[in-house]
């Protein structure tokens, strides 16, 4: 499928035309996309008098280190709802779990069964009478402040770029970054899950919005690397060596699949060589110490080198 030497052995002087946008350098904890839908949905809940935000995620999830940060920083409470009872018995030795319970989140285990009803009105009335009243923010952060957050990623200085290219977790950011593209422009998604859902769920918020949507885009799912938190060898290979070349580090669900399906593409003629790419960092590092601690624990060699 790939030239896998070709990918990894990659340095970006070969391509001048692509630019990084560093979103994941706003915040240390905060950062990336996290922050960006995060900001009007705390907004959001000030004005309405809430001081508990409550929300989904799993194990590693990028979004419970952000609620979880942006909690403490800008004084709520945090209520994070985790994916397996299990972990509830290894808090400690679950990097971001252990960041986001010192950062004052309370969390809330279930099992995965229970999990899947997250958007059910039943179980969000059960929290209530629990918790108290709350800002309910959705799993992955995704709605429509968060896509309107997402708008912001690009301004008026990246008109000149032909290309915009983001991972896809929830769809929200790939939304907003369409919604403020220019129709010159071409956006590109790397989907993290297997599957071609995630089209319908974007043109569906889309349609939510009422402004004329004139970029072009689309999903490229060849880069998921087996799916969801799947990787390979030949993918940590190329995260390690796109630090060494580049001092840039990218993570193992998102950004380096999204950056190695790129350069990938540019190797193969699917992209031309000419064209001006904007990569979007949309952050995601804090999952790499999750990442490196469960591999050590299952006796794989492939760390990412930090």
């Given at each position: ?44 809940a ?60 309370t969390l ?23 918790y ?12 429509l ?10 301004t ?23 919604q ?20 319908d ?30 990787t ?58 999750g ?16």
């Open positions: 499928m790939f030239n896998l030497n070709a990918v990894i052995n990659q340095d970006l002087k070969q391509w001048p035309n692509i630019t990084i946008k560093r979103e994941d350098a706003i915040h240390p904890d905060v950062s990336g996309n996290k922050y960006r839908k995060l900001h009007l949905n705390l907004d959001a000030k004005k309405q008098g809430k001081t508990t935000l409550l929300t989904f995620g799993g194990a590693y999830s990028n979004h419970i280190a952000a609620t979880a940060a942006a909690g403490a920083l800008y004084g709520f409470k945090t209520i994070g709802v985790i994916r397996g009872e299990e972990l509830a018995h290894s808090v400690n030795l679950n990097p971001t779990l252990s960041f986001a319970a010192n950062s004052g989140m809330h285990f279930v099992s995965r069964d229970m999990y899947r009803n997250k958007n059910n009105e039943q179980m969000i009335a059960q929290l209530a009478k629990q108290g009243e709350f800002y309910l923010i959705p799993e992955g952060g995704t709605n402040l968060a896509i309107e957050g997402c708008r912001s990623i690009l008026h200085e990246d008109a000149a770029f032909d290309v915009i290219a983001t991972a896809v977790g929830t769809g929200g950011t790939i939304t907003g970054i369409i403020s593209a220019l129709s010159h422009q071409e956006v590109i998604g790397f989907p993290a899950l297997r599957g071609d859902f995630l089209t769920e974007i043109k569906a918020w889309l349609d939510k919005d009422a402004i004329e949507v004139l970029a072009k885009w689309s999903l490229n799912h060849h880069y998921h690397f087996g799916g969801y938190g799947k390979t060898p030949e993918l940590i290979a190329f995260i390690n060596a796109f630090y060494r070349t580049e001092g840039i580090l990218l993570d193992p669900i998102y950004t380096g699949k999204m950056v190695f399906g790129i350069i990938d593409k540019l190797n193969r003629g699917y992209l031309n060589k000419t064209q001006k790419i904007l990569i979007i960092h949309t952050g995601g590092l804090q999952g790499i110490a990442f490196n601690a469960h591999q050590k624990s299952t006796n794989k060699q492939d760390i990412i080198i930090l």
